[in-house]
């Protein structure tokens, strides 16, 4: 199998308008997407994940680099690169007056997909919209435009789905449904690339994740390694509500939590719990209960993108 995705020195500059200067949204990327994962494209508001996407999706030209999809360079393949990608944009884009139905259809027509290979009623009952397929689609509610979306995004099987934030700003059975979507796809051999905001998801969902700021890639690691990047534990002391903060090992930082508890972070690599408890001890502090806290995705991000 090919890589599903490879980038190389991608560049977007946006022209200046009226008062607002020019904008350099991607300044030199490099990144490599391999077949069969589900990758995730992580980054503050502003990073440049969606104008990254857009070009992919062949929406947005780029100033300068190279985008392959599927071994296919965008430049010299145009017609097959693009049918190896389905893309489900940011914005709720769509046209009132089509059904779910006449939507998909005329999707189809676009990616040049033969009657006999459509696969619309499928689609419409994978998303479950097969009690609206017929009505307008001004009339659907926002959850069932971005379910429609998706299946825009499915019409021409595509090798790659793109999902760009996804779920934002929608209900949790609607975001249960589309992962559970987006995991038999790519359970079936679906390579998947999704941006979103909610870290957690990201963590459960992507095997892999890059995390883009001012328009260039700061990490790309698999989940896991990722996550054991920061040195950073948590222990979290019920000290039954006493007092200053003990005198600490150097490294460790005490922080008391809104509920009374007081946390201490401390590097692994250079402490160990025993010094830290040993330490609160010494200090007459009693300790009537322990928990351990790793470092979750959200920290590393935080880290990662600070300015
Ligand atoms: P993200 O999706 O990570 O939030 P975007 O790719 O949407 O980031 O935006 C990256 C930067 O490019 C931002 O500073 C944004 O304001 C700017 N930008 C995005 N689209 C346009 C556009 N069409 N014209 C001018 N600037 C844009
Ligand atoms: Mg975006």
Redesign the pocket.
Do not use: L
């Given at each position: 199998m090919p890589d599903a995705i490879q980038i190389s020195g991608l560049r977007k500059t946006?022209a200046a308008?009226g008062n607002?200067p020019a904008?350099d949204?991607l300044k030199g990327v490099d990144l490599t997407i391999r077949a069969g994962s589900i990758f995730g494209l992580l980054?503050?508001?502003?990073?440049?994940?969606?104008?990254?996407i857009n070009i992919l999706a062949g929406l947005v030209n780029k100033t300068a680099g190279k985008v392959s999809i599927w071994g296919f360079d965008q430049d010299v393949n145009p017609r097959q690169s693009r049918a190896a990608i389905g893309v489900m944009p940011?914005e709720l884009n769509m046209d009132p007056f089509f059904s779910p139905r006449a939507s998909l259809e005329v999707q189809a027509g676009l990616y040049g997909v033969p009657k006999s290979e459509r696969w619309t009623d499928e689609l419409l009952e994978l998303v479950g919209l097969t009690a609206q397929a017929n009505s307008y689609a001004r009339s659907l509610s926002g959850g069932m435009k971005r379910r429609l979306l998706l299946a825009k995004a499915l019409v021409h099987r595509p090798h790659i789905l793109v999902l760009?934030e996804p779920t934002a700003g929608v209900d949790i059975t609607l975001r249960e449904m589309l992962w559970k979507n987006v995991r038999r796809l790519n359970e079936q051999g679906m390579t998947i690339i999704l941006?979103t905001h909610y870290l957690e998801e990201a963590e459960q969902m992507c095997d892999e994740i890059a995390i883009?700021n001012h328009?260039q890639v700061v990490v790309r690691q698999s989940t896991q390694d990722l996550l054991s990047r920061t040195d950073g534990k948590t222990l979290v002391l019920d000290t039954g509500g006493a007092v200053p903060h003990p005198p600490l090992p150097a490294g460790a930082r005490p922080e008391t939590r809104p509920d009374g508890r007081l946390a201490i972070t401390y590097p692994p690599s250079r402490l160990r719990a025993d010094q830290i408890l040993d330490a609160v001890r010494a200090a007459g502090v009693p300790i009537l209960d322990v928990a351990a806290e790793q470092p979750d995705l959200e920290d590393v991000f935080v880290e990662l993108t600070r300015d």
């Open positions: 946006y308008q607002a904008k949204a980054g503050p508001n502003g990073a440049g994940k969606s104008t990254m940011q760009d941006t883009i328009g």
